[in-house]
């Protein structure tokens, strides 16, 4: 009764032009490069670990930037709805 045990078949689509590296069929985040808690790390407690320590070390420039965005934006915002400034000044 050889029908009865059979071997699943395995599927290995290989492209018949496809001269790349790797599977192009992969499908993966355009970040996942750059990201340190995505890989082979194995464990809840080391992807927590790996979180934790990107965390730290935060780049300070992006802060700044956002912080320049953010006041520039609030200005522009003042402007046009045409705040009067002279209201946190005493004579």
């Given at each position: 009764?050889?029908?009865?045990?059979?071997?699943?078949?395995?599927?290995?689509?290989?492209?018949?032009?496809?001269?790349g590296?790797?599977?192009?069929?992969?499908?993966?985040?355009?970040l996942?490069?750059?990201?340190?808690?995505?890989?082979?790390?194995?464990?809840?407690?080391?992807?927590?670990?790996?979180?934790?320590?990107?965390?730290?070390?935060?780049?300070?420039?992006?802060?700044?930037?956002?912080?320049?965005i953010?006041?520039?934006l609030?200005?522009?915002?003042?402007?046009?709805?045409?705040?009067?400034?002279?209201?946190?000044?005493?004579?």
């Amino acid at each position: 009764m050889g029908f009865l045990k059979r071997k699943n078949k395995k599927f290995e689509y290989q492209p018949r032009y496809y001269k790349g590296e790797g599977n192009p069929f992969k499908i993966e985040h355009k970040l996942d490069k750059f990201r340190t808690t995505t890989g082979n790390n194995k464990g809840l407690k080391s992807k927590f670990n790996e979180a934790i320590n990107d965390l730290k070390n935060v780049d300070k420039g992006v802060n700044k930037t956002i912080l320049y965005i953010i006041i520039f934006l609030v200005l522009i915002f003042l402007f046009i709805i045409d705040f009067d400034l002279s209201i946190f000044f005493t004579k």
